[in-house]
T-cell receptor, first 108, second 116 residues
């Protein structure tokens, strides 16, 4: 399948551990942020979003934290599973800017 | 609910040629965006269409153009292809309104374009 993110920062975690993926965004005026997951050979898939009037939002096994002071987003994945292996992107609104991505590798 | 579909999945063209990529939006979505994703990079915004008009454009030259049809399907056209145009082209649809980027995008699986 399509190979995405050959030279991206990589986070390697053991199955069952928690994962934290970080992202710095560029525009202080951005007010909507999204995390996407991209598996090899597929387009990005929506995981979770957060608006700037919040600093935390939880989904199923995922939590997004927003720190507007330092323009930082993080995605926390609880009990990481092999199916979580992918490249993860954060995106901010405005010009729909994507970060360069982080590759998450889950090993048994 | 039908997702975003793109065609073709793979395409090989020669430098200088023109190409048209097609996208069918997810049902109920009125906005379509196109992205270029080079290997090892995040998607780069090309442009967005709403109500058949361009509604925002990234840093791409005019030889990248698009169309949105009344049924919300869309085309991306690239003229005078260059080697650097080789990339994965992603289409994404959303329910965003004309002045809003505050809705999640639903992506297709892309068209892999290779320019030789």
């Amino acid at each position: 399948g399509e190979s995405v993110g050959l030279h991206l920062p990589t986070l390697s975690v053991q199955e069952g551990d928690n994962s934290i993926i970080n992202c710095a965004y560029s525009n202080s005026a951005s007010d909507y942020f999204i995390w996407y997951k991209q598996e090899s050979g597929k387009g990005p898939q929506f995981i979770i979003d957060i608006r700037s009037n919040m600093d935390k939002r939880q989904g199923q096994r995922v939590t997004v934290l927003l720190n507007k002071t330092v323009k930082h987003l993080s995605l926390q994945i609880a009990a990481t599973q092999p199916g979580d292996s992918a490249v993860y992107f954060c995106a901010e609104n405005g010009k729909l800017i994507f970060g360069t991505g982080t590759r998450l590798q889950v090993f048994p | 609910e039908t997702g975003v579909t793109q065609s073709p999945t793979h395409l090989i063209k020669t430098r200088g040629q023109q190409v048209t990529l097609r996208c069918s939006s997810q049902s109920g979505h009125n906005t379509v965006s196109w992205y270029q994703q080079a290997l090892g990079q995040g998607p780069q915004f090309i442009f967005q269409y709403y109500r058949e008009e361009e509604n925002g454009r990234g840093n791409f030259p005019p030889r990248f153009s698009g169309l949105q049809f009344p049924n919300y399907s869309s085309e991306l056209n690239v003229n005078a292809l260059e080697l650097d145009d080789s990339a994965l082209y992603l289409c994404a649809s959303s329910r965003a309104g004309q002045s809003s980027y505050n809705s999640p995008l639903h992506f297709g699986n892309g068209t892999r374009l290779t320019v030789t």
